[in-house]
């Protein structure tokens, strides 16, 4: 290697990847074997983390122990005991029968990687707990997490869960009391990191063990005889900064803050005088050897991102109070500005009032909310002496969060981009270095052109009479996107789940931005059924002036307009018409079958929207309506259900594609096999949202229309199955 120099680097790099490659294959051996899905199993272990209540329903991780005569999986498990009949605490050992399947998430245009998520916490398979008499209690064990959840239970009790909700978050990482209307506000002002436990909060409590050894050692002058005062700051800031991320649960940011304070730790104790430079990559490297696979979070980008930015962009301090005062206004700049461009690409939105609400949020967490919190907590035993550091913190913290509410409203809060590549992130983040580059770097000003080909990128543009459509993949549910030359509709939004999240935020929403096809001019909610309208609210939040929709406008949280008897509209050459579903005799209707069904349509190609209507509202629609000479594509109705797409429905509408949007593995058995067969038989070619992921049909001005894209395929992404 002396030899030839130019080698290590491309050495280290196969070193490195071959670390990760192999940290991979473990995880993903150690998944549920694929037999073992759907059947019911009978484990014993203990619950770790702390348990989160959603109603009636409780979610936890469960660590299976090895046991004779059971199942043997090899990590953690991610389960929902709905209707649970009891509550469940950290560290209890249960035998519990349950029901799992290997780790898999809906795949789409802007959307979060569950399954990438799932490897990189190594969990090996997601599940629910079964009704059965053999679910038992075993022990009560003791561990860090239960410590957690009785630090948070007497924070509760001493302040009220609503006013202890973030400091819980800031003491022991228990985000269990945010709702999503704290997240909200924390993202649109960009303070999402003050309010989580992450590296910068481990890096504060290392700071208060220094500043607590300097004390001592002012104090008591003698023990610099025993240990030089430089050594013992290093340690009692490790071991200050280990408890702190103990109590925080060991998240990975925790863990990669603990191994960049080891590194200075030392550093410390070898007397060694080590640049930025070199303590960066020492930490860098800890990380990747403690844990290769860190690569695929977001935290470790924005982490060592930052750390890199701030070193080269921020000088030291001058003197006096104004040096001081300018440093950090400039260090808060680089944070803001500078990782724009990252957070865009990870997250596809970011806040442009970041800089205003950390100058005031950054400094009073960092120096008084927390001091105050972790002071109160280490005196709990002491309540007396507790009660009064919680509660200042409670109110500094309170005070904070009226401030930061109303500015989540400003403009500039939560501003998303297209999906522009790697590259334009690239060039951006450059452009943002070259801004904040040290005095004498030319044409600083010009940096700014870098961020263009992100914030405006190039987009394919659609001919007239040419359209487009995405069906989504939104599990058991439906949310489909139609695109023309310059208008964008969106049918059904997907269900709305427990906790407050549903489709049209989590994943609606995501692609529309990612696409770049906002905004939303027209939204139809199919029906009021909750997988197709649960996500409806979130669209009509964000765009409360696109037109709505809906066969049940009464079951709606929003005004909508019946779509029965509308009128057709047209929109760059493609038209738009509600296909008209008779009444039966009775008038009594069920609600599936008071689904708008809508016919997109242009020169080349017809896209049939059919929600999920069933036989009675087949046999009722009249051929004349339904026939088309025009290649038609069509969603297959209620998600594939058995009691729907007739024969004789086929036979007049007559797809050459149709889709299915369904769940994995779901409990409806949808698509049911006699619906593709009976697809098939009219010569229909089917795609199923569960195993393609979101699937794009493009319908042009001169051609046929074709499925031109799946989202889970090819399977370019190890673990994704």
């Not at 860190?294 to 701030?310: E, H, N, Q, Y």
């Not at 001019?521 to 939040?541: F, I, P, W, Y």
Request: net charge positive.
């Amino acid at each position: 290697m002396r030899r030839w120099p130019g080698l290590r680097l491309p050495c280290v790099l196969l070193l490195f990847a071959c670390w990760a490659a192999a940290h991979a294959i473990h995880r993903m051996e150690a998944r549920l074997p694929r037999a073992w899905e759907g059947k019911d199993l009978v484990l014993t272990g203990r619950i770790v983390d702390l348990p989160r209540r959603r109603g009636a329903d409780i979610a936890f991780v469960f660590q299976p122990l090895p046991r004779a005569g059971e199942p043997s999986i090899g990590g953690p498990l991610r389960l929902t005991w709905f209707r649970a009949p009891e509550p469940l605490l950290a560290c209890e050992s249960w035998r519990l029968v349950v029901r799992l399947r290997r780790p898999r998430g809906v795949v789409n245009p802007g959307g979060n990687d569950a399954e990438r998520a799932a490897l990189m916490k190594g969990i090996a398979a997601t599940g629910y707990v079964r009704a059965s008499p053999t679910n038992a209690r075993l022990a009560q064990g003791r561990c860090v997490d239960g410590w957690r959840d009785a630090i948070g239970q007497r924070m509760d009790a001493l302040l009220g869960p609503r006013s202890a909700r973030v400091l819980k978050a800031l003491a022991v990482g228990d985000t269990r009391g945010l709702d999503a209307a704290d997240w909200d506000v924390a993202r649109a002002t960009g303070t999402s990191h003050l309010i989580a436990i992450s590296g910068f909060h481990v890096g504060v409590a290392a700071g208060g063990g220094v500043l607590a050894a300097r004390g001592l050692y002012l104090l008591l002058p003698w023990l610099a005889t025993v240990m030089p005062r430089r050594v013992a700051q290093a340690l009692l800031g490790m071991g200050v900064a280990m408890g702190y991320g103990l109590l925080a649960g060991m998240s990975l940011p925790t863990v990669r803050t603990l191994l960049m304070v080891a590194v200075l730790v030392l550093a410390a104790v070898l007397r060694r005088r080590a640049g930025g430079l070199s303590l960066l990559s020492f930490a860098l490297l800890a990380v990747l050897v403690f844990d290769p696979l860190a690569v695929l979070s977001a935290g470790f980008w924005l982490s060592f991102a930052g750390v890199a930015f701030l070193m080269a962009c921020v000088a030291p301090a001058g003197d006096g109070w104004r040096g001081r005062v300018i440093a950090m206004l400039r260090t808060q700049a680089v944070m803001s500005v500078a990782l724009l461009p990252v957070s865009w690409w990870l997250f596809g939105s970011a806040s442009l009032l970041s800089f205003a609400a950390n100058l005031v949020a950054a400094p009073l967490v960092s120096f008084a909310v927390i001091p105050l919190t972790l002071g109160g907590c280490a005196s709990l035993p002491f309540g007396p002496v507790a009660s009064p550091l919680l509660q200042a913190a409670a109110a500094l913290m309170g005070g904070l969060w009226r401030v930061l509410t109303p500015m989540a409203s400003w403009p500039g809060a939560q501003v998303s981009v297209p999906d522009a590549g790697l590259c334009a992130v690239g060039l951006a983040t450059a452009g943002a270095a070259w801004v904040f580059a040290p005095r004498g770097m030319p044409l600083r000003g010009f940096a700014l052109l870098c961020f263009m080909p992100l914030l405006w990128p190039a987009r394919e543009s659609l001919p007239h009479g040419a359209f487009r459509a995405w069906v989504l993949d939104v599990g058991q549910g439906l949310a489909v996107l139609v695109r023309t030359r310059s208008h964008t509709l969106v049918y059904d939004a997907g269900p709305d789940y427990a906790g407050g999240h549903d489709a049209g935020a989590g994943i609606v929403l995501p692609a529309v931005t990612a696409l770049g096809i906002a905004p939303v001019d027209t939204l139809v909610v199919s029906h009021g059924d909750n997988d197709h309208a649960g996500g409806a609210a979130s669209v009509q939040r964000r765009y409360p002036g696109a037109v709505v929709w809906s066969g049940e406008p009464r079951r709606l949280r929003f005004d909508a307009v019946p779509c029965a008897g509308a009128t057709p509209w047209a929109w760059d050459g493609v038209t738009f018409r509600f296909v008209d579903v008779p009444l039966p005799p009775t008038g009594k209707v069920k609600a599936n079958d008071r689904s708008c069904v809508l016919a997109v349509e242009g020169p080349t190609g017809r896209l049939l929207l059919t929600g999920d209507i069933g036989t009675a509202a087949e046999a009722r629609m009249a051929t004349a309506d339904l026939a088309s000479p025009l290649p038609t594509v069509t969603t297959i109705a209620h998600h594939g259900s058995r009691h729907a797409s007739t024969a004789g429905w086929l036979r007049k509408v007559h797809p050459r594609l149709a889709i299915a949007s369904s769940g994995w593995r779901n409990r409806f058995g949808h698509p049911h096999p006699s619906v593709v067969d009976r697809h098939a038989a009219v010569g229909a070619e089917v795609y199923d949202t569960a195993r393609s992921g979101a699937v794009r049909v493009d319908v042009p001005a001169q051609g046929e229309p074709s499925v031109s894209r799946e989202w889970r395929r090819p399977a370019d992404r190890y673990w994704r199955e």
